[in-house]
């Protein structure tokens, strides 16, 4: 009993090594190979995958894939860490998957495409799983668990990502750990910049609007399991290349929007619209990187004026965080003569504090109040909970500002 306790580990190791049943290819491979995939085989199994390459000056749209080396460039050269900025030093993954349902554990990843920029082109490497027994040689292929990356995806946080971990976690004793890879969610990056511009973030909302692409003959997303399927039962691809097709668009629009979002956001000599940059400088505010959110308030009412009363409205809380209390007042003041609803409430709120407190001007607070406290009460654009608090919370104010005003009386 004692020489069996002290057999060496490694021979244990070799035996497990010996078991492995790696699955062989399936009766259908032939007909996928001709339609254009390329056979990867490795110790798990087989899976197959399409690679396309696209020089440097391919255009998506009408933004050039070569810009995305600038686009780099620029965000190492900021002074901050923003949330679009990538890791320097760390490769650039663009990725998008395909699954064959939206969650669950029997929920499998079928098709997963990377791209990343090499020396002389652009290369996408698209994965097609054959079926689920060469799933782990499908996550072995993707290389995810040999070096750390930064992803860009497009609601990939939410989704995509969590897909991968799951489906890694049910292969966990058959493959490497996956490596926790930091992430850029571009879906998020359009939520902050195009806010009030689209009417809708789905990824091809974004491309027709923001990179001009429109696609022709694209399948519905909502049909790519139902795709699959039938090309692993039937064995005939014609199909499930469509499907990649669809993949092969989606990150070629990642890595274009995210050139066309840098640009937005850190080039700022030309302003293309007041509503994108004054949502930049909002999200520049909330990360408290104030001079940037200053100073690009300051270029967009250089060049509209009053005309765009939202953009005085954030520029307010700066210049009154800044000390510039008449600044401020006269900021919030066009944003409550042109605005409705919540902001013009909270402009005048903001104009009855600076005077109420650091200009002493108690007579304007008073007036400020009385005409928030009337705006309250017939504002339709309100919510009852918005009202209802603002409204006791002006009313205090009112009683306050009439005991100093007239203390004779209190």
Do not use: C
Not at 260 to 268: F, P, S, V
Not at 360 to 374: D, G, H, P, S, V
């Amino acid at each position: 009993m004692k020489k069996m306790l002290k057999k060496k580990p490694t021979n244990a190791t070799e035996v497990k090594e010996e078991k492995r049943i790696v699955p062989k290819a399936p009766h259908y491979e032939q007909r996928w190979l001709e339609a254009g995939l390329e056979k990867e085989e490795n110790v798990y199994g087989v899976v197959y995958k399409k690679v396309i390459r696209y020089p440097k000056q391919y255009k998506h749209g009408n933004i050039q894939l070569n810009g995305l080396q600038h686009a780099i460039m620029k965000w190492l050269a900021f002074h901050e860490q923003h949330p679009l900025m990538p890791v320097e030093g760390q490769k650039l993954l663009f990725f998008d998957t395909e699954t064959t349902g939206l969650k669950g554990a029997g929920t499998l990843i079928f098709l997963l495409g990377l791209m990343e920029e090499q020396e002389d082109a652009f290369v996408m490497t698209q994965y097609v799983l054959p079926g689920p027994d060469h799933e782990p040689a499908f996550l072995y292929a993707t290389n995810l668990w040999k070096e750390q990356v930064t992803l860009v995806s497009y609601n990939g946080k939410s989704f995509d990502v969590p897909q991968l971990q799951t489906r890694w976690t049910m292969n966990r004793n058959s493959v490497p750990p996956l490596l926790e890879h930091d992430h850029i969610d571009l879906l998020h990056g359009a939520r902050r910049v195009w806010k009030e511009v689209v009417d809708s973030f789905k990824l091809t909302k974004m491309e027709e609007t923001q990179l001009h692409f429109h696609r022709e003959g694209d399948i519905p997303g909502h049909l790519a399991p139902v795709i699959y399927q039938d090309a692993v039962k039937s064995g005939n691809p014609e199909h499930l290349m469509k499907v990649l097709r669809h993949n092969e668009w989606d990150i070629l629009s990642l890595v274009t929007l995210y050139i066309r979002a840098t640009t937005l956001i850190l080039e700022r000599d030309t302003l293309v619209a007041a509503i994108p940059h004054t949502n930049i400088g909002k999200w520049f505010a909330d990360l408290k990187f104030y001079e940037d959110s200053a100073d690009i308030f300051e270029r967009v009412i250089q060049k509209y004026g009053a005309n765009h009363p939202m953009t005085h409205y954030h520029y307010g809380f700066i210049l009154k965080r800044n000390g510039k209390f008449n600044n401020a007042i006269d900021s919030f003041a066009i944003a409550a003569n042109q605005l409705i609803g919540r902001e013009r409430i909270i402009a005048l709120e903001e104009i009855a504090k600076i005077e109420e407190h650091k200009t002493k001007q108690l007579a304007n607070a008073l007036a400020r109040t009385k005409e928030a406290i009337r705006l309250i009460r017939v504002d339709e654009e309100l919510t009852r909970t918005f009202r209802q608090r603002m409204l006791q919370a002006f009313q205090k104010r009112e009683m306050r500002l009439e005991r100093k005003i007239f203390p004779g009386q209190a």
